[in-house]
């Protein structure tokens, strides 16, 4: 919603203004279609000349981010939490009831306790690999955490590829406004027995290229890009709660203390209050009862 409200303030104030300081529209419509064409078309045309298929895909699909913010919520910290719990005190209790779980989370009690969360097949992973790791007693905390480290690093990695693909693309757009206004003054040249006002409205159509390479590069594709970034380094945070409760546990710290450097790691909007943790993890105990 925050986005469609930055898009329209966009529009409003920049074209908004233009009218009232008497521009004229005309000239700027007549203008656009070719423009766009050659301005847009160009930047479509490097975007897919500098990704493969499905870095293209990726980017495509994480444009929605711009608009849905964050996956995770407040909530999904909570529950990630809990099931940290379960998952961490059965490995204690019993480390082959523990198995069934991380050998067939799609079929497991707990994970189906959580849907948002089994959905996810990175974090299942994490969480899988990690415990797997630690059932075949390569317990050394600080190799486990350089592992954990380098496999965030290069999910974070992939996942700004998004931003990065449309970053450039932002940076190309005023470049390819030159270039569409160029063509312009070419156009403008060819007819340059014309009278003035003729001149005049040919010159205007050509600086409507300049005009757009600029407004869609800082007006909405770079925003959207610096948009996709800190949505990806805030759902990254979800990711590093994982690694923090299991580099805990590593540390033969009590299930409960694991629990709350995982808590106390989690950013302060979307960190659960220790209350409202410790009545859910009471209801995990007695369901386990």
Not at 176 to 181: C, E, R
Request: glycine fraction near 10%; charge should be negative; charged fraction near 20%.
């Amino acid at each position: 919603m925050l986005g469609i409200i930055g898009i329209a303030v966009i529009f409003v104030m920049v074209f908004g203004g233009y009218i009232l300081a008497g521009g004229k529209m005309g000239i700027i419509l007549k203008a656009l279609p070719f423009e766009f064409m050659m301005i847009g078309g160009a930047a479509a045309g490097a975007f897919l000349l500098g990704n493969d298929s499905s870095g293209a895909k990726h980017t495509l699909k994480d444009i929605g981010k711009v608009f849905k913010g964050p996956k995770w919520k407040p909530e999904d910290y909570r529950d990630l939490l809990c099931l940290l719990f379960e998952l961490v005190r059965l490995a204690r209790q019993s480390p082959v009831a523990v198995e069934e779980h991380i050998e067939n989370p799609e079929e497991s009690s707990i994970f189906g306790k959580y849907p948002k969360i089994s959905a996810d097949k990175y974090a299942v992973e994490l969480i899988c690999d990690t415990l797997r790791t630690m059932s075949m007693n390569y317990d050394d905390p600080h190799q486990v955490e350089e592992v954990l480290d380098n496999r965030l690093e290069a999910m974070e990695h992939h996942a700004m590829h998004s931003s990065h693909a449309l970053q450039t693309t932002a940076d190309a757009l005023p470049a390819l406004g030159i270039v569409a206004a160029v063509l312009g003054v070419i156009k403008t040249m060819s007819s340059i027995d014309q009278p003035p006002e003729v001149l005049g409205k040919l010159i205007g159509g050509a600086l409507v290229g300049t005009f757009l390479g600029v407004f869609l590069a800082y007006g909405l594709v770079g925003p959207m890009a610096g948009k996709v970034k800190s949505v990806v380094e805030e759902d990254m945070h979800f990711y590093n709660l994982i690694r923090e409760v299991l580099v805990a546990n590593l540390h033969n710290h009590a299930t409960n203390i694991c629990i709350e450097v995982g808590r106390q790691n989690t950013p302060s909007h979307v960190r659960p209050s220790f209350g409202d943790l410790e009545e859910s993890l009471k209801s995990v105990k007695q369901e386990a009862a």
